[in-house]
Nanobody, 115 residues
Framework: QVQLVESGGGLVQPGGSLRLSCAASRSIFTISSMGWYRQPPGKQRELVAGISSGGRTNYAEPVKGRFTISTDTGKNAVYMQMNSLKPEDTAVYYC?????????WGQGTQVTVSS
């Protein structure tokens, strides 16, 4: 198993930036993929960005060019840099990891984009 702990959420004005962090409880070398999902108020959870163990990334169309996902294997962490934030980016953001044993989720961190 792996425990995931997110941090870095908060309140930011439109056009601002935030960096989300997700710390894993063990080495991420054996994790097949990691990603960030979000759940806006009243809506379903959706994939925002993913990164495979080989470093391949994918992004949801609304965040392409604004968000960047990355990992640091030395720190067992995954990050998401979010720039040019919009009010529609407001959501609870969840870290996700998948390995051969299953799928794991963090507790979520709130991101609110508002003036």
């Amino acid at each position: 198993q792996v425990q995931l702990v997110e941090s870095g959420g908060g309140l930011v004005q439109p056009g601002g930036s935030l960096r989300l962090s997700c710390a894993a409880s063990r080495s991420i070398f054996t994790i097949s993929s990691m990603g960030w999902y979000r759940q806006p108020p009243g809506k379903q959870r959706e994939l925002v960005a993913g990164i495979s163990s080989g470093g391949r990334t994918n992004y949801a169309e609304p965040v392409k060019g604004r968000f960047t996902i990355s990992t640091d294997t030395g720190k067992n962490a995954v990050y998401m840099q979010m720039n040019s934030l919009k009010p529609e980016d407001t959501a609870v953001y969840y870290c996700n990891a998948v390995d051969v044993r299953g799928e794991y989720w963090g507790q979520g961190t709130q991101v609110t984009v508002s003036s």
